[in-house]
């Protein structure tokens, strides 16, 4: 295994991040967190990638923060909170980038993927998961209420799902992450990561442009009141339908249809 925290590799317009921290269950470190803001930054600037896959060695997805790195800022109290806080700040930046990407991101994960980890997933556009994989957001165990996973849970769950997540630190399975929108689709365990691959290889074969648009459409339409993102959706569709992708594309359905 490489000695770099974060791994790449590309595939048929594929780009596979893998965490590289497996002796620390692949814990969010500044310097993790780092390398995927970096990659992110690159992969959105790269024209020959249609999909990303974020995915983990060894057998967990990813423990949340690390609570080493974050106890030695508690010990630093001259400039503790300073450290917190651009801690933070870079998850946050972190989190942010994953949908203002325009490639889909999917997430495989295999084992636990609690706290911030839990958050990183329910980032992603997509999510598969082995059968063995567990959800959790458990600060409140340990008295830090996970406040800046509940933003990304908050947005994929119902209200008293998420609530329930972060007041009672239960884990949920695979099963039950599915039944509860969190992923979309549980596998055998060990296949989580050649599924997601499959799956973005799917999107990649679709239109970069039609995707890219789909996805930022989507994303700007949920801050919207009902009409407005109904009057942005109309003014997407136009400028879709207008494109070349789209005009092949129609073309072809009817030519199947025979007219």
Known sequence: MDDSLLLRSDRDGVATLTLNRPRARNALSAALLGALRDAFARLADDASIRAVVVAAAGPAFCAGHDLKEMTAYREAPDRGA???????DLCSQVMMA???????????????????????VASCDLAVAGEEARFATPGVQIGLFCSTP??????????????????????ADAEEARALGLV?????????????????????????YTVRVGKRAFYE????????????AGRVMTENMLARSAEDGIAAFLGRRGG
């Open 82 to 88: 300073a450290q917190f806080a651009a801690l933070f």
């Open 98 to 120: 994953v949908p203002a990407l325009p490639q889909p991101v999917i997430a495989a994960v295999e084992g636990i993927a609690t706290a911030a980890g839990c958050q990183l």
């Open 150 to 171: 509940m933003v990304a849970l908050s947005r994929n769950l119902s209200r008293k799902a998420a609530m329930a997540m972060l007041l009672t630190a239960e884990l």
């Open 184 to 208: 979309n689709r549980v596998v055998p365990a060990g296949t989580a990561l050649a599924a997601a691959q499959d799956l973005a290889a799917g999107i990649a074969a679709r239109s970069a």
């Open 221 to 232: 339409q949920l801050e919207m009141p009902l009409a407005d993102a109904y009057a942005h």
